[in-house]
Antibody, heavy 124, light 107 residues
């Protein structure tokens, strides 16, 4: 049974750095083909993919945010950490982490398990 | 870029819903998925590889398409189907793009 849970501050000030932790169970990030991604959603708006990290330390980031994002994993603790620098009120959003793996008959990746999300507000 | 239309679809329970997702360039159907999101909840995977239902998804949900045009169809809307639907491209380079979503509202 796969579960993921996001944790971190609910409020950050502009220009500060946000650090969010995704703690998961039911899978290992040392298993081939497995990864964890981060996605955010501003209130009332659409989903925006942020970053991915895979079992082999391969990383992918949204090009528009790449200079501000960092994603790391701690396999022994079953955690993935997302860091976003220079936070702005426009970064106010619910931040989700999600499990990704090769899925079903397609042999390609999906985001098949999601955490419940963590709302982060950026305000002075 | 993935463009979804319409932005909002107002239908009654029992009606058929047809949602469109258009890519700005040809994408592999294998890399195209659909998600459902209800208020206050995380998205849920519905369809993967354009036309395959994810585990536990009822057969009233179906997907089709290739190239740049993809469609999600809900054959007969149930009360629990009123939600926002997103298409997603998970490309060969492992970069992800979401469409802007279609809201299916109760008429």
């Amino acid at each position: 049974h796969i579960t993921l849970e996001e944790s971190g501050p609910t409020l950050v000030k502009p220009t500060q750095t946000l650090t969010l932790t995704c703690t998961f169970s039911g899978f290992s990030l040392s298993t081939s083909g497995v990864g964890v991604g981060w996605i955010r959603q501003p209130p009332g708006k659409d989903l925006e993919w942020l970053a991915l990290i895979f079992w082999d330390n391969d990383e992918r980031c949204n090009a528009s945010l790449k200079s501000r994002l960092s994603i790391t994993k701690d396999t022994s603790r079953n955690q993935v950490v997302l860091t976003m620098t220079n936070m702005d009120p426009l970064d106010t959003a619910t931040y989700y982490c999600a499990h990704t793996s090769l899925y079903g008959s397609s042999g390609w990746y999906v985001l098949d398990y999601w955490g419940q999300g963590a709302l982060v507000t950026v305000s002075s | 870029v993935l463009t979804q239309s319409p932005g909002t679809l107002s239908l009654s329970p029992g009606e058929r819903a047809t949602l469109s997702c258009r890519a700005s360039q040809t994408v592999s159907a294998t890399h195209l998925a659909w998600y459902q999101q209800k208020p206050g909840q995380a998205p849920r995977l519905l369809i993967y590889a354009a036309s395959n239902r994810a585990a536990g998804i009822p057969d009233r949900f179906s997907g089709r398409g290739f190239g740049t045009d993809f469609t999600l169809t809900i054959s007969r809307l149930e009360p629990e189907d009123f939600a926002v639907y997103y298409c997603q491209h998970y490309g060969r380079s492992l970069l992800i793009t979401f469409g802007g979503g279609t809201r299916v509202d109760i008429k």
